[in-house]
């Protein structure tokens, strides 16, 4: 007799399971998704480079300003400080710490022109979340880890 009723009693074993689980995530899922909608910095975190920067870095920009010397476009290193601090052949710095308003690299992720960064052509570009982390972390003095 077991054996005909065990696939019924395997079947009520696992409802009862998905039934625990969806009542555990109705309970603490919405802290979950809040929780993954806070955006950093906010809470008193501060924006950390490893964490918050260098992703959105790495997947907008490294393509063409990242460590391969051969795509590497306009001389802009990004992904080291002393080239994403340094002052290029064009006279402007693309990073300058404490100061987001004299930093080309935000001017041009902010800009609507034809000059925008990652350019409009590419398949990148930053969430308005994005561009407010790399404000933030600019004027925080754009610490590299």
């Known amino acids: 007799m077991n054996g005909l009723y065990a696939p019924f009693f395997r079947s009520v074993i696992e409802m009862n399971i998905v039934s625990r689980i969806s009542k555990l995530w109705h309970r603490s899922g919405w802290l979950c998704l809040l929780a993954m909608l806070v955006a950093p910095g906010e ?19 490294y393509v063409c300003h990242g460590p391969d010397e ?11 400080a002393d080239g994403a601090l340094a002052v290029l052949e ?31 052509t590419s398949q990148h570009s930053l969430t308005e979340k994005e561009k407010q982390i790399l404000r933030e972390w600019i004027a925080a003095g754009a610490k590299f880890d």
Do not use: H, K, Y
């Open 43 to 61: 809470a008193g975190e501060p924006i950390d480079d490893a964490r918050d920067v260098r992703p959105i870095l790495s997947r907008a920009c």
């Open 70 to 80: 051969g795509s590497r476009e306009a001389g802009l290193r990004l992904d080291r």
């Open 90 to 120: 064009s006279g402007v710095a693309p990073i300058v710490p404490g100061a987001p308003d004299e930093s080309e690299l935000l001017r041009r992720v902010l800009s609507s022109d034809d000059d925008r960064m990652p350019p409009a």
